[in-house]
Nanobody, 114 residues
Framework: QVQLVESGGGLVQPGGSLRLSCAAS????????MAWYRQAPGKQRELVAT???????VYVDSVKGRFTISRDNAKNTVYLQMNGLKPEDTAVYYC????????WGQGTQVTVSS
């Protein structure tokens, strides 16, 4: 079964940028939609961005214009470029399919704070 490993998180000041990566242990070519999710302390996990095999991208309103999702099927990797980060973006970020049919990875912590 495909395993997911997220990386690229860290501590960044408001307005800063990070690029998250999600490496899959197997092929994601046949998975129609890959997505990034996040879970802030005390909150439910939420869907942040989706990238379909057809190239369609969808974002939650709160990150539109700031985040960009992409995928490289040849490298079995999904990325999330995050610009203009805000304190409310602080969360653990996970990737998975949509729906989330794969085992969850450990996630990567993103902290936005001055």
């Amino acid at each position: 079964q495909v395993q997911l490993v997220e990386s690229g998180g860290g501590l960044v000041q408001p307005g800063g940028s990070l690029r998250l990566s999600c490496a899959a242990s197997g092929s994601i070519f046949n998975i129609n939609a890959m997505a990034w999710y996040r879970q802030a302390p005390g909150k439910q996990r939420e869907l942040v961005a989706t990238f379909t095999s057809g190239g369609t991208t969808v974002y939650v309103d709160s990150v539109k214009g700031r985040f960009t999702i992409s995928r490289d099927n040849a490298k079995n990797t999904v990325y999330l470029q995050m610009n203009g980060l805000k304190p409310e973006d602080t969360a653990v970020y996970y990737c998975n399919a949509l729906p989330h049919i794969l085992p969850w990875g450990q996630g990567t912590q993103v902290t936005v704070s001055s």
